[in-house]
């Protein structure tokens, strides 16, 4: 079966610093991966998707990077963060047909300070 | 503008009430539906789904949703909450699969009183 795995769950960091978000699905090859951000109160914003190693397009300007090293790894980065920064960090992966279910990790709640 | 609309943003319903939670999308063709839920702290949950054939859609946990097109609505209703329901529940669509991604709504937060 399928599973996703995000690390950290938590991370307090100080404005400025860097970012580096890791998201790795098992079970599966050739996903479509997504990242989104889920402000406190607020829906998903989603932040990133790839369809395939090296491919990334992003929905949003921000001072937020993706890449995507391997098929099944997905990372999220920021060389300075902001403090609206701040939020919950989901992954999500989805066959490449992409219109079925996208399936969730357990979320990053990032703190910048 | 493309968008997903959940008009209600907080609910509070009282233990074994039924309960509608309500979501309308504005795009031109049908577009793929979902429902998720989201536990505090945790990821999202699919509840159901909606592509094509009958409207009235079941999914996990006791939920259905029925799909209305000419109200561009895709509604979510279980007849008798629990309070394990208590959650935050997303409508999302995918509006074309060029894109590939969710766009959700604003989400509905779900109370449920002894």
């Known amino acids: 079966s399928q599973t996703i795995h995000q690390w950290p769950a938590t991370l307090v960091q100080p404005v400025g610093s860097p970012l580096s978000l890791e998201c790795t699905v098992e079970?599966?090859?050739?996903?479509?991966l997504y990242w989104y951000r889920q402000a406190a109160g607020r829906g998903l914003q989603l932040l990133f998707y790839?369809?395939?190693?090296?491919?990334i397009s992003s929905e949003v300007p921000q001072n937020l990077s993706a890449s995507r090293p391997q098929d099944r790894q997905f990372i999220l980065s920021s060389k300075k963060l902001l403090l609206s920064d701040s939020g919950f960090y989901l992954c999500?992966?989805?066959?490449?047909?992409?219109?079925?279910?996208?399936?969730f990790g357990p979320g990053t709640r990032l703190t910048v300070l | 503008a493309q968008s997903v609309t959940q008009p209600d943003i907080h609910i509070t319903v009282s233990e074994g009430a039924s309960l509608e939670l309500r979501c309308n999308y504005s795009?031109?063709?049908?577009?793929?539906l979902f429902w998720y839920v989201q536990s505090p702290g945790q990821g999202l949950q699919l509840l159901l789904k909606?592509?094509?054939?009958?409207?009235l859609v079941q999914g996990i946990k006791g939920f259905e949703a029925e799909f209305k097109r000419s109200q561009s609505s895709f509604n979510l209703r279980k007849p008798s909450v629990h309070w394990s329901d208590a959650a935050e529940y997303f409508c999302?669509?995918?509006?074309?699969?060029?894109?590939?991604?969710?766009?959700f709504g604003s989400g509905t937060r779900l109370q449920v009183q002894p």
């Open positions: 999500a992966w989805t066959t490449d047909r992409g219109y079925n279910e996208q399936f």
């Open positions: 079970g599966t090859s050739n996903p479509n």
């Open positions: 790839s369809v395939g190693i090296g491919q």
């Open positions: 795009y031109g063709a049908t577009p793929y």
């Open positions: 909606y592509f094509s054939g009958d409207t």
């Open positions: 999302a669509v995918v509006p074309d699969t060029g894109r590939r991604a969710l766009t």
